[in-house]
C-alpha cells in the first residue's frame, strides 16, 4: 500500500525534543493527594491538545507522549513575562538536530495538576505553520516524578496517586520498558521493549506520530519481518514484552532508534506510566 503521509508527523514525532526543561526535585514535585482527571480535545487527525495555566494565561497545549519537554511558543513565553535564555540541544527521531532556549522556572498547571520548573521556549507556530496555534507541546516530562494514565481512546488523562496507581494496574499488563532522556537529562520518553531475535527492540510510545508504526530498516532483519519500500507499509504483528502479539500498519524509515509506536496504538490501549520508577502498564481502551 502506497500513501503520503500526513507531514505534521515528521514534525511532532519528535522523541526527546530538546527544549530544555528540568528533572524535577523533590521541591519542584508537587504530591497529588487524588486523582486527577484531565480532558484531551481534538486537534488535527489523531493529535488531542490539552488545557494548560502558564502564569495566568489560559490556552491549549499539543499533548505528546513523545514530545520529549515542557514547551512553551514564543507567543506564550511573551505574555507571561518569560524571559529565554541559554541553550537546549536534541535530536528528532530522524536523527535532525534541534537547538532551544530555557526559560523559567514558571508554574505550568492542568486542571488541579500543577508543576513547577524550566521550560522550553520554541517558535512553536512555525513549528505548527499552518495549523491552529497551540499555546506550547506537554509531554511525559510534563508530568515526571508521578503516574500517569493516558486514555487517548477516551480523550482522557489521568494522574494518578500511588493508591490508584496501585487500583489502575490491576486491569492492566506490565510491559518491559525504560525511560530515556535527551538534552542533559531534561527531556523524558518512554520506550517498550520489542521482541527480537537475538534481544529486546526498543519502540518508543508517541502519540505524536500520525504515521504507521515507524521501524528503522537495521530492525526489520531482527524482527523477522521485511521492510516495505518507499512509502508503502505492511501489516504485521509486532510482540510487545508483556503485552503479546499486537497488529500494526509499519513503514520504513531511518530512524536514531529501533521505532516508534504511533497514535493508533495508544488509542487501543490505556497506558499507564509510573514516571517515578520506569514502569508502563497497557490494559484495553473499552
Same mark, same amino acid.
Given at each position: 500500500?502506497?500513501r503520503?503521509w500526513?507531514?505534521l508527523?515528521?514534525?511532532?514525532?519528535?522523541p526527546?525534543?530538546p527544549?530544555a526543561?528540568?528533572?524535577?526535585d523533590?521541591s519542584? %514535585?508537587?504530591?497529588?493527594?487524588a486523582?486527577?482527571e484531565l +480532558?484531551?480535545?481534538?486537534?488535527?487527525? %489523531?493529535? =488531542?491538545t490539552i488545557d494548560?495555566?502558564?502564569?495566568?494565561l489560559?490556552?491549549?497545549f499539543?499533548?505528546?507522549?513523545g514530545g520529549?519537554?515542557?514547551?512553551i511558543s514564543?507567543?506564550?513565553? @511573551?505574555?507571561?513575562?518569560?524571559?529565554?535564555?541559554g541553550? &537546549?540541544? #536534541?535530536?528528532r527521531? /530522524?536523527g535532525?538536530r534541534? $537547538?532551544?532556549?530555557? &526559560?523559567?522556572?514558571i508554574? *505550568?498547571?492542568? &486542571?488541579?495538576?500543577?508543576r513547577? #520548573?524550566?521550560?522550553g521556549v520554541? /517558535?512553536? /507556530?512555525?513549528?505548527?505553520?499552518?495549523?491552529p496555534k497551540?499555546g506550547?507541546?506537554?509531554?511525559?516530562?510534563?508530568?515526571a516524578?508521578?503516574?500517569?494514565?493516558v486514555?487517548?481512546?477516551? $480523550?482522557? %488523562?489521568?494522574?494518578?496517586t500511588p493508591k490508584?496507581?496501585? %487500583? +489502575?494496574v490491576?486491569?492492566? +499488563?506490565e510491559?518491559?520498558?525504560r525511560?530515556?532522556? @535527551?538534552?542533559?537529562?531534561?527531556a523524558?520518553?518512554m520506550?517498550?521493549?520489542?521482541?527480537g531475535k537475538?534481544?529486546?527492540l !526498543?519502540f518508543? *510510545?508517541?502519540s #505524536?506520530?500520525v504515521?504507521p *508504526?515507524l521501524?528503522?530498516?537495521?530492525?526489520?532483519a531482527?524482527?523477522g519481518?521485511?521492510?516495505?519500500? &518507499?512509502d508503502a507499509?505492511?501489516n504485521c504483528?509486532?510482540?510487545?514484552r508483556g503485552l503479546?502479539?499486537?497488529k500494526c500498519?509499519?513503514a520504513?524509515?531511518?530512524l536514531i532508534?529501533d521505532?516508534?509506536?504511533?497514535?493508533?496504538?495508544?488509542?487501543?490501549?490505556a497506558?499507564t506510566? $509510573?514516571?517515578?520508577?520506569? +514502569?508502563? !502498564?497497557?490494559?484495553?481502551s =473499552?
Amino acid at each position: 500500500m502506497n500513501r503520503v503521509w500526513i507531514p505534521l508527523a515528521l514534525l511532532i514525532s519528535n522523541p526527546s525534543t530538546p527544549i530544555a526543561s528540568i528533572e524535577p526535585d523533590a521541591s519542584t %514535585v508537587h504530591a497529588v493527594d487524588a486523582p486527577i482527571e484531565l +480532558r484531551l480535545a481534538p486537534y488535527v487527525d %489523531v493529535l =488531542r491538545t490539552i488545557d494548560v495555566r502558564v502564569g495566568e494565561l489560559e490556552t491549549p497545549f499539543l499533548f505528546d507522549t513523545g514530545g520529549g519537554s515542557t514547551v512553551i511558543s514564543l507567543a506564550t513565553a @511573551q505574555a507571561v513575562g518569560c524571559t529565554p535564555f541559554g541553550r &537546549g540541544t #536534541g535530536f528528532r527521531h /530522524d536523527g535532525g538536530r534541534v $537547538d532551544g532556549r530555557r &526559560g523559567g522556572p514558571i508554574d *505550568v498547571s492542568l &486542571g488541579a495538576f500543577t508543576r513547577r #520548573g524550566e521550560v522550553g521556549v520554541l /517558535d512553536v /507556530d512555525a513549528l505548527l505553520a499552518g495549523l491552529p496555534k497551540v499555546g506550547g507541546i506537554a509531554s511525559l516530562e510534563t508530568f515526571a516524578g508521578h503516574a500517569l494514565t493516558v486514555d487517548l481512546g477516551h $480523550d482522557r %488523562v489521568f494522574v494518578e496517586t500511588p493508591k490508584s496507581l496501585e %487500583v +489502575r494496574v490491576r486491569a492492566g +499488563r506490565e510491559l518491559e520498558s525504560r525511560l530515556a532522556r @535527551q538534552a542533559a537529562g531534561a527531556a523524558l520518553d518512554m520506550f517498550v521493549a520489542i521482541e527480537g531475535k537475538h534481544g529486546p527492540l !526498543w519502540f518508543e *510510545v508517541d502519540s #505524536g506520530n500520525v504515521a504507521p *508504526v515507524l521501524i528503522a530498516p537495521h530492525a526489520f532483519a531482527e524482527l523477522g519481518l521485511v521492510a516495505p519500500t &518507499g512509502d508503502a507499509t505492511a501489516n504485521c504483528e509486532l510482540t510487545i514484552r508483556g503485552l503479546g502479539a499486537v497488529k500494526c500498519e509499519v513503514a520504513s524509515k531511518e530512524l536514531i532508534y529501533d521505532g516508534l509506536l504511533n497514535a493508533e496504538f495508544c488509542r487501543r490501549y490505556a497506558l499507564t506510566f $509510573d514516571l517515578a520508577n520506569g +514502569r508502563t !502498564w497497557a490494559a484495553p481502551s =473499552r
